[in-house]
């Protein structure tokens, strides 16, 4: 009934490895980081009985042939960790070994035995074996000399010199390099992370549409127009300017003016049905310019430290060339006509979805792919992904991950306004940068459960937010209510909470509150219309945002979204959080009121002890939206915020008034 | 330097499975659960768009050829679940498989476009397309016609008519019986589940070692002896009867009294330096008797509802036959000696460690699980492993799983007092039962925080803890200076806390508090000599242990552990906590003084909606230890505690007094 014995490879492996981290679901998914983090992997390793344990952590970046082993160190209660610095951009991977340290063992027990006064002479024969062994995988080196004196003086006869030389530490560290590993245990599998560049966690986000970038009001926007006011986007301190979709539109039961079924005759259309005869997801919208013209936006946006992102939007309007080309990529309804987009009762006539359970899935998912390509070849290295969530999560995976393999420099926003979990498939499935509900959560219970949940739950392991106060599609009611206070908080909050946001301009700057009666729609949106913007007009932000965007690129505490730590202060719609650079040279304390209408004031409660403060110490805070420094003092200090004259504060806790010359220095 | 396209099986598979529960490891490891358990199944299942799934789990048991599907029901937040039921012991397995529901899609979106009185024309025809395939499929029952029917009334010129047939819940049943579906995503792994008897979660052990049993002092007792005393052990109510080894002792460096280096002419040595002339581990130590003494203590145990249980210690004395026989099973040291055990600087020369690492080790591994079913042929289930984390986990998981597959009905008690992650590791791999921190948490904030870990995280899937209050290994410092209150209080803590707990008598019926100074050690410990018992000694604890058992054997609610939820109590020397069955029928409030010298009193909070109780109502509480009744009301109940008359109290929470009638009863 029963085997004579296991049929297993070797019983004799005694090492455990287990809780490695970081790691997304067990491995099947990747951690994300960027450039020069440190990324400390920790697991616990750990054996029967009382032998001492050994482990590292081999880690392969991309492109290199060999693992390197990083040697782990024990954190107490069986944990170990390694710190591994991520070089190159495009996947890492990591494992982790484990094995008994023969030799620490030995050296360990002889210590105490040697301690108790106990007779150690076969100890050291022992010991002198175990170093002979070391000694003969060490002969092609100086090391197996050093060695083999040593040996020697444990057989020797000179038991205090023996003894010496057993517990010299330089013996252990060469046994330790010329060590036999017997009975390695190893994870059972390798644990990725990718490694983008900075501005997978760090951006400002700016979107337009080109066609409403015309100086003349009536005149049809183009690329040339747009690059016009790079200078000044450029001013206003973002490093991404966004397109909303660059290609021809089809004419196909377009729609007018906010969102009206049937376009009139002037009529532009959505940008969102794509293709016509003029081209497809590879051609430009004539009325925008060439490719030619693209080119040089890109070129010049990039002059200024702008990146070119655009809209990756897969459906098609009737016009598209696909829909001749490969019919077989549309769903077809028994009466002959292809389905168009609905939401029923809801219908989007003017889109058709692309039918991913198509049989010629093949070529449909490699034509996507040159989709990218094609753009990735013209300069772009950003996409921001429209609805990524209605198209199979198995397409992105191979999507992005054919795509960064070579191109690693790529990134992909992941535009999913949909369920959490699903958002957070689309994160940990490869998306760069994800939309977030941030847009809708107003109160401070719903920030601080939703900025709680982004980074302190294991999702900050693979979901970076990008938050947006607004976007074409959402003018959220809080902004149609609050006026300038309202949007003044809201940027702040959006690009302070989190290290990369983004707004829908100009009608951000503008303070647009036009809204379809009941919805959060904007009336005559771009989406359906040109529209001529004043940036000029009294009460707009572009300064103010200048500043914020500023104070992000001065402040290291803010490139970062999960070092977020909200702090108590006694009024309920004053939010005040602390953010700190990984080193913790670099502490800002937020505060923001969600109050658009009346003066607050509070008390904000600092955890002095964790910012290395003692409890009646002083210290100055600079207040870097308008520039005035305090003194403050103790646990709690008050702030009194009125939203007219400006809805939050940034406060730089500069330094400590440690010496008497620092309160000279400000009081001078 | 890109493929064509993907190289992947199917890229239509559309839905995803994550977090699935319950689960160890992402499966690596067993959940347990008892025989009748329903398992509540869970996990993400969802898919891009908007299309509807549907999921069931598939569940295999032990000795089940075929897999069982059991549909899921949406939880909502595209969480899903189905309740399993365990019928059988073994390991059951299941697995989830998910798709897209097409013809929910369908007739969820035609319901919509009908309210909206849309033209639904090749809607319907599509349906009828799709009825039609599951009238193909059913073809060979009697729902082919039935489906049939209804495709034809879809296309059918009576448009009412066609509405009411493709909305028809019938239809919708028996298209979801003869579904097709495509695309099924399955879990990458099944996950598994270890099925006990009860005995694996709810049991009262007693160990008795049987050299002390003789009725008259001075006489080696003998299996026979202690044959004699189960009527009185099972008076007490115990289920386990567990016999430290029974086997025959070395005498080489064989241990004296208080573990003196050497033993006098007539001491008997350390049950646990196993081996001799007369065998090793399948044999019995002649003193105790013989086999058949043994097949007799095993009857008359079970005839009064005790099951005996076996020490299992895989260790040698020099004198075990093995060591003669497989010398190879042994490390030996340069100047030809066995290695004997250590724990550096201390030596115990009775005891050979077995040396894992031999080069033999599948026949170590072999002979080892031998043993054990030598003791399982002769009826032993429970065996109660020495230090199981002295020897490697791969053994243990190798040895549990062989000696389960032929007897799931076997049971092993990890005795691993050692480091926590060691002790996890022991259970994850199998062990049914295992020794705890408990015999050391003796504050409120330890004694909190302890269960709170054991019953609220991840390790309650496969740690079912036991608990005790004394050892012969171990007399903690609590027991020896509290007295009788201490003794009980203990008692009481173990017994409901958690469901499985154990004593070591006589010494604990007998509040033995006679320690070697300084140490947690017994003076003239069992272990190394032979005591006499005077079971009716003053004080003595067997009643009410009797009754402590009764109560755990009357209320469901002390048969769980993880159904544990303590209860605010306004004194910190007393603790309290709740206890309800699964149903909800049987609840307890266990309040406990952890002061065995001073009257405490203190008002217990209790969750009265969590309870079903309005705010105010009163409520009749009945206590199981002294058997009086009391009418509380209210959150808030005060509850006073003479330690020297009973440290612990055990409410029923018995009745709710709704009807006037129970207050006449009441007060009858």
Known sequence: MLADGPEREDGRTRVVIEA???????????????????????????????????????????????????PMRPLGNDRWAATLVMGAEGVHRFAIEGWIDRFATWRSALGKRVEAGQDVAVDLLIGAALIEEAA??????????????????????????????????GVEALVGMHAERRFVTRTDRDYPIVVDRERARFSAWYERFPRSSSPQPGRHGTLRDLGRLVPEIARMGFDVLYLPPIHPIGRTHRKGANNAPEAGP????????????????????????????????????????????????????????????????????????????????????????IDFETEDWRSLWAALRDVVLFWVARGVRIFRVDNPHTKPFAFWEWLIGEVKAAHPDVLFLSEAFTRPKVMYRLAKLGFTQSYTYFTWRTT????????????????????????WPNTPDILPEHLQVGGRPAFVARLVLAATMSSSYGIYGPPFELCVADALPGREEYRDSEKYQIRHWDWNAPGHLRDLIARVNRIRRENPALKATDNLAFVDVDDDRLVAYLKASADGGNV???????????????????????????????????????????????EANLVEIDPRAMPARIFRIARRLRRETDFDYFYM
């Open 20 to 70: 490695v981290e970081p790691q997304v679901d067990g491995g099947r998914f990747a951690v994300k980081r960027i450039v020069g983090d440190e990324v400390e992997v920790r697991a616990d390793v750990f054996a029967d009985g009382h032998d001492q344990v050994a482990a590292h952590v081999l880690h392969r970046g991309p492109g290199d042939r060999e693992w390197r082993a990083v």
């Open 136 to 169: 003969a995988r060490a002969a092609e080196s100086a090391d197996g000399a050093v060695l083999a004196r040593a040996a020697a003086a444990l057989r020797g006869a000179d038991r205090e010199a023996a003894v010496a030389a057993a517990l010299d530490s």
């Open 266 to 353: 002037g009529d532009p259309g959505s940008p969102w049905a794509i293709g016509a005869g003029e081209g497809g997801h590879t051609a430009i919208h004539p009325e925008l310019g060439t490719m030619e013209d693209f080119a040089r936006l890109v070129e010049s946006a990039r002059a200024f430290g702008l990146e070119v992102a655009l809209d990756l939007a897969l459906q098609c309007s009737p016009d598209h060339p696909w829909v001749r080309e490969h019919p077989q990529w549309f769903r077809h309804r028994p009466d002959g006509t292809i389905q168009y987009a609905e939401n029923p009762p809801k219908k989007y006539q003017d889109i058709y979805p």
């Open 444 to 467: 401070k219970a719903e920030l601080t459960q939703y900025l709680t949940e982004l980074t302190q739950s294991p999702v900050r392991e693979f979901f970076r937010p990008n938050f």
């Open 588 to 634: 800002l304390l937020v505060v923001v009121s969600l109050d658009p209408d009346h003066r607050r004031s509070g008390r904000v409660r600092l955890p002095l002890a964790r910012l290395g403060l003692g409890p009646s110490e002083p210290f100055l805070v600079e207040e870097l939206l308008e520039g005035d420094q305090q003194i403050w003092q103790g």
